[in-house]
T-cell receptor, first 114, second 116 residues
């Protein structure tokens, strides 16, 4: 158990809909990262937050948005969903200077768009 | 730009044998960290081993060890006494403090199959 919690674990929704994925980082971790992994693909970095502020942006679509709340949990909002958005969405967290700056991953949220 | 390259898309090894997965990276930073993550069929991302660039000694975790060649920018993973449970996708990753934050760059992965 990495200590990073993601909900829901599985989600099936229709095209055009909107979903929210939730992440609770490890206790004390200020940084949260979101990644997308399509079937048999590598990890695509979406966005990073540090203590509530956006720190880095990757290949995140305009239809997607995220935020980190004062209690450090984060949410990834996916809207106007398309079939190609079907993927495993990972949240990861880290604390600077600890454990070699390792990021720890949650178990992921499986999103299927039908 | 920082990059991580895993040139072996797929590999296989017989149970109990040793296998080495390759990873090269490119960076102009002097202080950075390298990682190997394992992703089994369950798709969970599991840290296997990490290496701090300032440490000359190669990291070791039980049957897993790395060969860190800083000058060559190479970071290979050696799995000894391979077990069926080692069957997974393995990702090499790099991080350094850049533009006010730690950015993590992942390779494209090597799919390892351990054969009985």
């Amino acid at each position: 158990d990495s200590g990073v919690t993601q909900t829901p674990k599985h989600l099936i929704t229709a095209t055009g809909q909107r979903v929210t994925l939730r992440c609770s980082p490890r206790s004390g971790d200020l940084s949260v990262y979101w990644y997308q992994q399509s079937l048999d693909q590598g990890l695509q970095f979406l966005i990073q937050y540090y203590n509530g502020e956006e720190r880095a942006k990757g290949n995140i679509l305009e239809r997607f948005s995220a935020q980190q709340f004062p209690d450090l949990h984060s949410e990834l909002n996916l809207s106007s969903l398309e079939l190609g958005d079907s993927a495993l969405y990972f949240c990861a967290s880290s604390v600077v200077g600890e454990a070699g700056n390792t990021i720890y991953f949650g178990e992921g949220s499986w999103l299927t768009v039908v | 730009a920082q990059t991580v390259t895993q040139s072996q898309p797929e590999m296989s090894v017989q149970e109990a044998e040793t296998v080495t997965l390759s990873c090269t990276y490119d960076t102009s930073e002097n202080n950075y960290y390298l990682f190997w993550y394992k992703q089994p069929p369950s798709r969970q991302m599991i840290l296997v081993i990490r290496q701090e660039a300032y440490k000359q000694q190669n990291a070791t975790e039980n049957r897993f060890s790395v060969n860190f060649q800083k000058a060559a920018k190479s970071f290979s993973l050696k799995i000894s006494d391979s077990q069926l449970g080692d069957t997974a996708m393995y990702f090499c990753a790099f991080t350094a403090y850049t533009s006010g934050t730690y950015k993590y760059i992942f390779g494209t992965g090597t799919r390892l199959k351990v054969l009985a």
